[in-house]
């Protein structure tokens, strides 16, 4: 059973449903879930789980600084992440634009950390992103998000 | 055993050089490995690959037009290369920059075809990169990636 | 005057629309507008504009494949087109994401040509971006963007 | 005569390096400069600058988050930076690779902003980078960014 952090900041709230929904989906698969607020995150923590999971808003075009802030402790763990899941997900708030650089950003982080990203080729290719809180869309692209990921943590982790 | 396309464009013969190596190792690993000039290469024929290999030199910042129209003609296999494995790999002449982005926008692509690939926290991070005619160092780098390719390959196709 | 060059590839006609919708109003500005579609867009060309506007669907995430020949052969410019202003806009059809990395390769290919360029803090960031057929919001966008542009011409080349 | 800010992010001193190189060109070019660690930085400052450079380490393929910090905080003043011109200059530490995507996250972040950028077809394209202590490559690469820039700032502040 392969063991699973997402991982969030939210200051809206809208991450953070996301986060919540994926990870309700993530249980159902099967999965071992720790679902946490990017504050009560360490760096260390992440040599625990096979799958990485981080939520950010888009700020600018890139993570919030919350998360680039465990990114850049997580360095104490430099090559000891190498071959665990990576992904991803981002909402935008009232500043348009950014998303897919946002995720883009993470994801390039996880591929330093020689990791594994898998992208879809039907929903939001990256991962998903919800224009503020996730209405019916945004929650169907999560749920399918952590059903996919869930498929290649059991090929890779079962 | 993992079917692997190694497809590259190289006007200076520098990315040829790149794909040669990394041939020989996926071959010396135990794979079935098809080299291939992208002007032989048919969008259709992406689909008989576990794994695909694209090499490109780095053009303003991106992929040479030549990979890019490959990319472009495999959308009519949209959705059919799901899981599959995807990597990338560059050399820049006399232009300097823009290797990192050039790779990136392969896995990108890759990434929207909702295949999987891996980053490495010891070489270079998203795929093997020579300045000019591949000297030790790039070599080296060329050699490394194939073998991680190899053992991902295996992982998931064996 | 400003001399701007607007060359567009486009099959499904909406990055046309576009193209046309951007011309009308930097026409209406003053400038000196040359509107092209980049199948008859010579690459030795460039050289004769003070602004450089290429439009691109998005396809796998990055610009299509006829748009990026373009840049390719601007390589016999190298150098020439230092100081120019630089812009771009794209319209993504039925694979969806991919807008921001597509506008981003071709600001990226004009900023390695020394060039100039602008974001928009209210509309969108980096370059209009229309989901199929340019709508009423896709239009304004396009409007704006052109307005802009056009400020930053006669600021730079009157 | 322009006023400009040259913040940076710098543990190893490598970063530093580079703003003083920077500063000191710009100085000498005429320009009114502010050198300034970032932690003394606050975002309600950037109004009072015609140009704005930011310098990061690159941590994992993008900025320290102390930069994205003042990134994210300036959202106080969105809209209000229309115009300016910024720039960005990147050191790698002992962890290769990711300084392009650094400079081009700093870069996309102004963008957002509304902000105007400049690339270079001769030295490096996006921002200058050093790879550890700057030797004498990077220290030209930064004063020739920087007397770039002053010719800009004259061009559209004078």
């Known amino acids: 059973?392969?063991?699973?952090?997402?991982?969030?900041?939210?200051?809206?709230?809208?991450?953070?449903?996301?986060?919540?929904?994926?990870?309700v989906v993530l249980k159902d698969q099967g999965l071992q879930i720790e679902l946490k607020d990017v504050s009560e995150t360490k760096a260390e923590e992440?040599?625990?789980?096979?799958v990485i999971v981080f939520g950010s808003p888009t700020y600018y075009g890139s993570m919030?600084?919350?998360?680039?802030?465990?990114i850049d402790e997580s360095v104490k763990l430099h090559g000891k992440l190498e071959g665990k899941i990576g992904a991803a997900f981002s909402s935008a708030g009232n500043v348009?634009?950014?998303?897919?650089?946002?995720?883009?950003?993470?994801?390039?982080?996880f591929l330093i950390h020689g990791m594994i990203v898998q992208g879809d080729s039907?929903?939001?290719?990256?991962g998903p992103v919800s224009l503020g809180l996730p209405e019916e869309r945004a929650i169907k692209e999560c749920q399918?998000?952590?059903?996919?990921?869930?498929?290649?943590?059991?090929?890779?982790f079962d």
Chains 1, 2, 3, 4 share one sequence.
Do not use: C, P, W
């Open 64 to 70: 919030a600084y919350q998360i680039k802030k465990l």
């Open 122 to 126: 039907r929903g939001d290719h990256y």
């Open 46 to 50: 992440l040599i625990n789980y096979d």
């Open 144 to 156: 399918r998000f952590a059903k996919r990921l869930a498929v290649l943590a059991n090929k890779l």
């Open 96 to 109: 348009a634009g950014g998303n897919e650089t946002t995720i883009a950003g993470i994801l390039n982080a």
């Open 1 to 23: 059973m392969a063991k699973v952090l997402v991982a969030y900041y939210s200051r809206s709230g809208n991450t953070k449903k996301m986060a919540e929904i994926i990870s």
